[in-house]
């Protein structure tokens, strides 16, 4: 029965026409009764009876039945039905007993119950004998002869059950077409239930299809939850910033050139509405002016100011991420920039020449006033400050502070540099700054904390003392300090050569100190003995190590829960903060030279060309390579969906994520 619409008057006024129309063409079995009719009405409404239920039957009974697919091509539904009674058994059953024969009772039910362990049903024999005449087995009599004497009874062979049974042509014949039938009423079976296995088969694995896209719609539910709590902490950090900015009295209490740390700072940025347009995972701009392997970079915001240093140059380049211009460099290093940050429009660098030099972002034109070559000595770049009588005062530290004590010819020449810090006597190979406080890590073996506003050194930690008195720890949580793998290379000059990158090429690497960073009163740091240190700003002492890399450690960052770690052991781990053991350890076929990480995903420089990127919702890794390095990846550093990366081909790459 299929509903059909009609004319009211076409239905009674005239003989049914075919369903499918007036055309005579061939209609297709499987939607025949199932494609709507559509009948013009003109502009009268349409009522109740203008719809009336026909039967297709003439349709029906002249389309072809289309043939079986599979099994129930060779086994029509009648034979498959026929193979299914039970008339098989019964037919057995019938063979069975036509071949039973007639025998002196046995008693082999007793004989089967007893040797099971069972007793049968027992009848109470009144001076009877338990057992029946029927169970009694007849044996041969004995005779004696005349005189007295036992005569034994000859034995005669006992013939086989079959030997009288006759069954005749006929049931013989008859029993074959049984068998015969039978068989090939398995054979109907077993297809049949093997196709229903089929079939099962078939439906598990569409439901694990379905299974397995549900699991991936909840991981993206999660993912989107997280992103959502990201969103929501910018949100409330947004909202913080603009009711201190709304307090003078606030405001004015935090000094002017030190923003808060962008590293700690959560949730979407503000980005144009073209960066929408780009396609994820693809590098959309190069900055090439470097002639020398990236060593640093660091930028303010996406499309905002970065500034990059390489390999042999002293001079880290600025660079305008909105037109992807160079905007000037910064001049006054010695040595190679090995360390950079940029908060808003103060950057930090740390140098080869053991110092670290304060910028302003906003000073780099006048910068460029500077001959290409003029280097100018710590001593006219120093900064002075006005005591109470107007002299000049030199701290402990020998850093000198000062503005209208200086003289105008070193205030003009001194360019976007407005303090230098001294104190380390090697390379300075990390740092991290926040707020007003800033710690530096040098190849010296040292950290060194400083005070942004006074520019004095307020602590110095020193790690070899660290690995000459390693903090007590839960049994079994670390190793013991003389089995640390680099603590007897730390001890003299520090220098081990870097795993092959995946170009073939390799160096030597000598920044003991490869990361640090902190948080509140918490310091963590990674150095060249493969150890992960804990430390408490406020006296100066580690209180944790964390063990399990086998080679420096290049690179960290960490959270309120885990500290991610890289290292030339060519692994990521990640570590609890709160037991200090290994969550989850990553591996790769090169060196982990940088990283980063929030949430959802992890970020890694890996020695290849492509930047690897890890989800740690779904654990799967991917690998960015649209219009990238052309070779291995150094130096990396994303907000959102904006990242810059640096590499061995002397290019900084700017990807849409």
């Not at 039978?182 to 088969?201: G, S, Y």
């Not at 939850?225 to 935090?254: K, T």
């Not at 002075?384 to 503005?403: F, H, M, P």
Request: glycine share 8%.
């Amino acid at each position: 029965m299929t509903p059909r619409v009609f004319n009211a008057a076409t239905v009674s006024g005239r003989p049914r026409a075919s369903v499918g129309g007036a055309t005579s063409s061939a209609v297709d079995f499987a939607t025949l009764g199932r494609a709507p009719l559509r009948l013009g009405f003109g502009s009268r409404r349409v009522t109740s009876r203008d719809l009336q239920i026909v039967e297709a039957t003439e349709e029906l009974l002249e389309q072809e039945v289309p043939e079986p697919e599979g099994v129930a091509q060779n086994v029509s539904l009648l034979r498959g039905f026929k193979a299914t009674i039970p008339s098989a058994e019964k037919s057995r059953i019938r063979r069975r007993q036509t071949r039973n024969v007639e025998t002196p009772r046995l008693g082999l039910k007793q004989l089967g119950m007893s040797a099971r362990g069972l007793l049968g049903d027992e009848e109470d024999h009144d001076g009877a004998s338990v057992a029946s005449e029927e169970d009694v087995v007849m044996v041969g009599r004995t005779d004696r002869n005349g005189r007295g004497r036992k005569v034994k009874a000859k034995r005669k062979g006992r013939q086989s059950l079959s030997a009288g049974k006759t069954f005749g042509t006929e049931e013989l014949l008859r029993q074959t077409h049984e068998i015969e039938r039978d068989k090939e009423n398995l054979h109907v079976r077993r297809a049949l239930i093997n196709n229903e296995i089929d079939e099962i088969t078939h439906k598990i694995e569409a439901l694990d299809a379905i299974r397995a896209k549900l699991e991936q719609d909840l991981l993206k539910l999660q993912e989107e939850e997280l992103e959502l709590d990201d969103e929501l902490e910018g949100v409330r950090e947004r909202l913080e910033l603009e009711e201190s900015a709304s307090q003078p009295s606030r405001s004015r209490s935090r000094t002017a050139h030190l923003p808060p740390s962008s590293r700690r700072r959560k949730g979407p940025v503000f980005l144009p509405s073209e960066h929408d347009e780009l396609p994820p995972g693809v590098a959309f701009m190069s900055l090439e002016s470097h002639t020398t392997p990236l060593t640093a970079l660091d930028f303010s915001e996406p499309y905002g100011t970065l500034v990059s240093a390489s390999q042999e140059d002293s001079q880290p380049r600025v660079w305008d991420l909105l037109t992807g211009e160079e905007i000037g460099r910064l001049r006054g290093h010695r040595g190679t920039v090995k360390c950079i940050q940029v908060e808003d429009q103060i950057c930090l660098t740390g140098s080869e020449d053991c110092t670290v030099r304060v910028w302003d972002l906003r000073r780099v034109d006048e910068d460029e006033e500077w001959e290409a070559g003029e280097m100018l000595s710590l001593s006219d770049v120093a900064e002075e400050d006005e005591s109470a009588d107007g002299g000049v005062r030199q701290k402990a530290n020998g850093i000198r502070e000062g503005e209208s004590s200086r003289p105008s010819s070193v205030a003009e020449r001194e360019g976007a540099c407005i303090r230098v810090l001294e104190g380390h006597t090697k390379a300075v190979t990390a740092m991290y700054f926040e707020d007003e406080c800033l710690v530096t890590g040098a190849s010296d073996k040292t950290m060194r904390q400083w005070d942004l506003n006074t520019g004095q050194c307020v602590m110095t930690m020193d790690i070899l003392w660290a690995i000459s008195h390693p903090p007590t720890s839960a049994p079994g949580s670390a190793l013991p300090a003389h089995l640390f793998p680099g603590a007897a290379a730390a001890a003299g000059s520090f220098a081990v050569p870097t795993p092959p990158y995946a170009d073939g090429t390799w160096e030597m690497y000598q920044d003991f100190v490869g990361a640090v960073q902190f948080w509140g009163y918490g310091l963590v740091s990674g150095s060249g003995d493969g150890a992960v240190r804990m430390w408490d700003m406020r006296t100066g002492q580690p209180h944790r190590t964390l063990l399990g890399h086998t080679g420096p450690v290049t690179c960290l960052q960490f959270d309120e829960l885990h500290i991610v770690t890289g290292s030339l052991d060519k692994s990521i781990r990640i570590w609890d903060v709160r037991t200090g053991g290994i969550f989850e350890t990553l591996k790769y076929d090169h060196a982990v030279t940088a990283l980063q990480f929030d949430t959802r995903k992890i970020v890694a420089a890996t020695g290849e060309n492509g930047v690897k990127i890890y989800n740690r919702t779904s654990m799967q890794h991917s690998t960015l390579t649209t219009n990238g390095h052309t070779r291995p990846v150094e130096r990396l550093r994303y907000m959102d969906r904006y990242m810059a990366s640096g590499g061995r081909d002397s290019v900084v790459k700017i990807w849409a994520l």
